[in-house]
């Protein structure tokens, strides 16, 4: 089998994301291209049809909450709503994979 830096990058990049189910895979992406000062709220994942059912959306966000990939951070003392920021551990996760892309081009 012929191997090429890109299927290199492919199976390096497969091991970082480390089984990750592709619908939170788009959601981390999601929030990082968001910019600091526009985060997202957390009703905006939920209720974005691309990943799929609100309990699907809101299962894949506990599922990287409770993975520590993001936190909440809060609106306001007047509104109770949520914004959702990666945390450190997923700013990690992109950083790790920066470095891997960098090294394979």
Known sequence: ?????YRRFIAKEEKIW???PSRER???K???GRKL???LRVMGIIEDPQFG????AHAALNRLLSS???QYKECGQKDRSKFIVLSSKGAGLFKRLEKLFL???
């Open 1 to 5: 089998m012929i191997t090429t830096p």
């Open 18 to 20: 480390g089984g990750m």
């Open 26 to 28: 788009q959601i981390l």
């Open 30 to 32: 999601i929030i990082l």
């Open 37 to 39: 000062d526009s985060p």
């Open 53 to 56: 059912s609100r309990a699907t």
């Open 68 to 70: 520590n990939f993001l």
């Open 103 to 105: 090294a394979s081009a």
